[in-house]
């Protein structure tokens, strides 16, 4: 079982229930009223964290319209680095504001930092743990300095090699800081089911020791659902109001009623896994009587012998387990026993409860 990391006063890892982070990303589409309305939706679908991003398009990249910058496939073809940013980015004056909302709401509030001054200003901010993001996976530098805050980290891997995360683990744990949690993630948008690789999230327990999530780019509740099965203690999950409110984010995001439907479907999960038990469950308990037992299937007289033909192991389990049969056939009977009668112990010469 893989060590456990303290979020806003709440235990992740295993033996705790799934945490489920809603990621508004750039789903607030420019409109502050619509990242207030998020900060509801999330807590309404069931989610335990809403999560934005603090950046400006000048702490992601520069202002340079040559081919280096240009976006040339998948979900953003044809975009600029620099102008895509722009569109996507929460303005940091919404911040204090969107913190203060979840509050109310009673939803923890969560912020991917990109640079040094982001992880200042969010620090100004008191948030109490921090995602990193996979593409800074190798920003070690960054890492360093976000893991001197000393607060828990959720920390994607999308991308990342083994030695990568070994890396990236490593510089968070060089400063004393061991409150980290990983996520596996195909950095994908939206992410191929045949190339989520769930997987890897049991091989990134058993290697590091410490909770493991999934940052989910795929459509539908299909991977988180199966990645809670397989282990996962942590899911996030980009969110939005309506993908019909078009932005960066919306068309691999859910909506309010599919989040619901995914968290309902984890917690489906945690419930069939349960814990280990064995023997007789409360449900069973009624139908415990239709197992099998040794019976007496013909009138049998005081002193005959048992034999395959008058002993079977029928159901129902009023009678003597079938272990028995072999000690009890060529015994002999204590009393006389009709068809239909349960063998018991005190039926059986030579035989005494004591042997069970």
């Avoid at 980290?180 to 290697?207: F, H, Q, W």
């Avoid at 009977?333 to 004591?354: C, H, I, K, Q, W």
Wanted: include cysteine; aromatic fraction near 8%.
């Amino acid at each position: 079982m893989s060590s456990s990391v303290n979020i806003n006063g709440r235990m992740v890892g295993d033996g705790n229930p799934a945490y489920i982070i809603a990621e508004m990303s750039a789903n607030h589409a420019g409109s502050i009223e619509r990242a207030l309305e998020l900060i509801h939706a999330a807590k309404e679908a069931g989610a335990d964290c809403v999560k934005i991003q603090t950046y400006t398009p000048d702490t992601m990249t520069i202002d340079c319209s040559n081919e280096y910058f240009q976006i040339e496939k998948g979900t953003w073809e044809g975009e600029n680095l620099y102008s895509l940013y722009q569109k996507a980015y929460t303005p940091w004056e919404w911040q204090a504001q969107l913190r203060d909302e979840a509050a109310k709401v009673g939803i923890d509030f969560l912020s991917t930092p990109f640079d040094r001054t982001s992880v200042d200003f969010l620090e100004e901010l008191g948030v109490r743990f921090y995602k990193i993001a996979s593409f800074e996976l190798v920003d070690i530098p960054l890492l360093e300095y976000i893991a001197s805050r000393n607060k828990p980290i959720i920390m994607s891997t999308g991308m990342g090699t083994l030695e990568e995360i070994h890396e990236a683990v490593e510089a968070i744990y060089s400063t004393g800081n061991r409150q980290l949690a990983l996520m596996k993630c195909s950095s994908a948008y939206p992410a191929r089911v045949e190339e989520m690789n769930l997987g890897t999230i049991g091989d990134l327990k058993a290697r590091f020791d410490i909770p493991v999530g999934l940052s989910d780019h795929s459509m539908g509740a299909f991977s988180a659902a199966t990645a809670v099965a397989l282990g996962a203690n942590i899911i996030e999950k980009h969110f939005c109001i309506s993908r019909a409110i078009k932005n960066p984010d919306s068309g691999f995001s859910m909506e309010p009623d599919e989040f619901r439907d995914m968290v309902n479907q984890v917690r489906e999960v945690e419930r069939a896994i349960g814990t280990v038990i064995y023997g007789v469950s409360a449900q069973e308990e009624s139908n415990a009587c239709f197992r099998r037992s040794l019976f007496v299937v013909k009138d049998i007289v005081a002193g005959e012998a048992f034999t395959p033909e008058n002993v079977r192991s029928i159901r129902p389990a009023y009678g003597l387990k079938p272990k028995y049969y072999k000690d009890v056939l060529g015994r002999k009977a204590r009393r006389d026993l009709r068809r239909g009668t349960p063998l018991t112990f005190d039926a059986v010469d030579g035989m005494e409860a004591s042997e069970s």
